[in-house]
């Protein structure tokens, strides 16, 4: 009825995702600020996430998600972000390449390639949306590379193949994510790398890039989400560069909810 609050509507949730995500560091942080005793989040992963978004969404009802660009639920959905006047989820992010120390002696052409790797928002919709509606991870990047070719060719311009090396990228199974070490790889491979994805939570991620037992990884979310990451292993990891600006976390309902701002969960 009219009376309902969000609050009631939703049972007091926010549906999270893996508790490593830096989103999920700050959805807790947001709770504090608004004040949102009352509140849960909870934890899942990312798949977990946009399967409780389709089916509450087939079914017009109301849900609260820990939400991110670039993202295909954007194309998928009618989605918004709730106002965040306090600032909890910070403001523009950029995603950036981080490599082991050390990198640049041992793979110097691939710290090349790594260091020059960047692409918009579109391009990795185009693989992201690929992969949802149901294409290969690697096909899909290898379709997206095809397409591609002059962009591709500004991050290996005058780059020296080589001959078999090894290289380790990890990733965290966000969709993001996904889209893009997918591409890196076969960009690697195609310039004489054998090229080796691992999949892990995000502390893992930062650890292993770190301690040198993955050699980068393009997953780090700056300044925000990633901070508390980034400063526990400040010294122990390099920047590689940003490969994408203006991306964006927050929290995410669909547009039929009559709320706007965080401040509405309040009520
Ligand atoms: N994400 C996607 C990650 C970074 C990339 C927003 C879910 C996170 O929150 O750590």
Redesign the pocket.
């Known amino acids: 009825d009219d009376d309902t609050t969000v609050g009631e509507s939703v049972d007091y949730k926010i549906t999270g ?1 893996d508790p ?5 560091e ?1 959805a807790d942080r947001a709770i504090e600020d608004y004040e949102l005793d009352e509140w849960t989040l909870t934890t899942g992963s ?1 798949s977990a996430m946009t399967a409780a978004l389709k089916k509450a969404y087939d079914k017009e009802e109301p849900i609260i998600v ?1 939400g ?1 660009t670039p993202h295909w639920k954007f194309a998928e959905f009618k989605l918004k972000y709730l106002e965040d006047p306090k600032g909890s989820f910070g403001g523009e992010e950029q ?1 950036r390449t981080i490599g082991r120390i050390g990198l640049e002696d041992d793979l110097p052409e691939a710290h090349a390639i790594l260091s020059n790797f960047n692409w918009t928002e579109e391009d990795m919709a185009e693989v992201m949306i690929a992969i949802q509606d149901g294409e290969k991870e690697e096909v899909a990047a290898q379709n997206w590379i095809d397409a591609n070719e002059d962009k591709v060719s500004e991050w290996t311009d005058g780059i020296d193949k080589v001959n078999g090396d090894k290289i380790k990228l990890a990733y ?1 199974a ?1 969709d ?2 996904i889209a893009s070490h997918n591409v890196m790889k076969i960009v690697l491979e195609d310039m004489g790398y054998k090229v080796t994805l691992t999949q892990v939570e ?1 502390g893992p991620l930062w650890t292993a890039v770190a301690n040198g037992s993955a050699d980068a990884s393009l ?1 780090a ?1 700056l300044p925000i ?2 901070e508390t990451y980034a400063e526990k292993f400040e010294g122990d990891f390099e920047e590689l560069g940003i490969n994408m600006e203006g991306v964006k ?1 927050g929290l995410v309902v669909p547009r039929y909810m009559d709320i706007d701002s965080i401040e509405d969960l309040q009520k």
């Not at 490593?20 to 999920?24: D, F, S």
């Open positions: 995702i490593g995500a830096g989103i999920m700050a990312g820990t991110w995603i965290v966000w993001s994510e995000a997953a979310w989400t990633h976390i």
